[in-house]
């Protein structure tokens, strides 16, 4: 009989960093994530995310964010897909880490994205998630550029990508929340200039993870 693993293969993905770990995102740590974001993430004057999904009403935000990430894994295929992880600290969820793509076979290349419970921010965890996640993403998943982006009135995002090694790229006017424009900047990482952590970084998962993304290797 198969494995649900088997089915999705993402689901086994694992990359242990000290006592941080990104786990490919199962139905319960999926809830684990809802009630993470029902706690917070941002003061409500804020928005750093392009969509301002995290402005959901009480309970409808937990129905919307497991909607999303089911979404993204009934639809998940080479030329299109979000790979999001769960970040666990101490095995506890605090957040998501993961990268969107398309036409990955060709371009080998995808952005970034993340979020932590605003309970987690502060003590250089979103630094730490996100080289694990390059590291993955470089050394394992044949990713030859990775991007990201962020808005110029979120600095600790733009902190998070300068220290990964990013460098910026152009600045872009979108529309953030209703009527309100908001400049962008544009990120990009390459293998060279990766900043990786300063221990080992533990990857599982990842050899059958690389042909649902279409490598053949």
Same mark, same amino acid.
């Given at each position: 009989?198969?494995?649900?693993?088997?089915?999705?293969?993402?689901?086994?993905?694992?990359?242990?960093?000290?006592?941080?770990?990104?786990?490919?995102?199962?139905?319960?740590?999926?809830?684990?994530?809802?009630?993470?974001?029902?706690?917070?993430?941002?003061?409500?004057?804020?928005?750093?995310?392009?969509?301002?999904?995290?402005?959901?009403?009480?309970?409808?935000?937990?129905?919307?964010?497991?909607?999303?990430?089911?979404?993204?894994?009934?639809?998940?295929?080479?030329?299109?897909?979000?790979?999001?992880?769960?970040?666990?600290?101490?095995?506890?969820?605090?957040?998501?880490?993961?990268?969107?793509?398309?036409?990955?076979?060709?371009?080998? /290349?995808? #952005?970034?994205?993340?979020? *932590? %419970?605003?309970?987690?921010?502060?003590? @250089?965890?979103?630094? =730490?998630?996100?080289?694990?996640?390059?590291?993955?993403?470089?050394?394992?998943?044949?990713?030859?550029?990775?991007?990201?982006?962020?808005?110029?009135?979120?600095?600790?995002?733009?902190?998070?990508?300068?220290?990964?090694?990013?460098r910026p790229t152009t600045v872009s006017r979108i529309k953030r929340r209703e009527g309100e424009l908001a400049?962008?900047?544009?990120?990009?990482? /390459?293998? #060279?200039?990766?900043?990786? *952590? %300063?221990?080992?970084?533990?990857?599982? @998962?990842?050899?059958? =993870?690389?042909?649902?993304?279409?490598?053949?290797?």
């Amino acid at each position: 009989m198969s494995a649900l693993v088997d089915l999705f293969p993402p689901l086994g993905l694992r990359v242990v960093a000290g006592p941080l770990e990104l786990r490919g995102l199962t139905d319960e740590l999926i809830a684990e994530l809802c009630d993470v974001a029902e706690a917070g993430i941002h003061d409500p004057a804020d928005m750093p995310f392009y969509f301002p999904w995290s402005t959901a009403p009480a309970g409808e935000l937990s129905r919307n964010t497991a909607a999303y990430h089911w979404g993204k894994r009934s639809t998940f295929a080479p030329d299109d897909f979000c790979l999001d992880l769960a970040v666990l600290l101490d095995g506890r969820v605090i957040g998501s880490q993961g990268v969107a793509a398309k036409n990955f076979p060709v371009t080998r /290349t995808g #952005e970034t994205g993340s979020w *932590l %419970g605003r309970e987690f921010q502060g003590r @250089g965890l979103g630094t =730490v998630m996100r080289q694990a996640m390059c590291e993955l993403l470089l050394d394992h998943l044949g990713f030859e550029e990775i991007t990201s982006g962020a808005f110029v009135d979120n600095p600790a995002s733009l902190a998070v990508s300068r220290k990964v090694g990013y460098r910026p790229t152009t600045v872009s006017r979108i529309k953030r929340r209703e009527g309100e424009l908001a400049m962008q900047q544009g990120l990009v990482l /390459t293998p #060279e200039a990766f900043v990786r *952590l %300063g221990e080992p970084v533990e990857v599982t @998962g990842a050899e059958a =993870v690389r042909p649902f993304l279409g490598l053949d290797d």
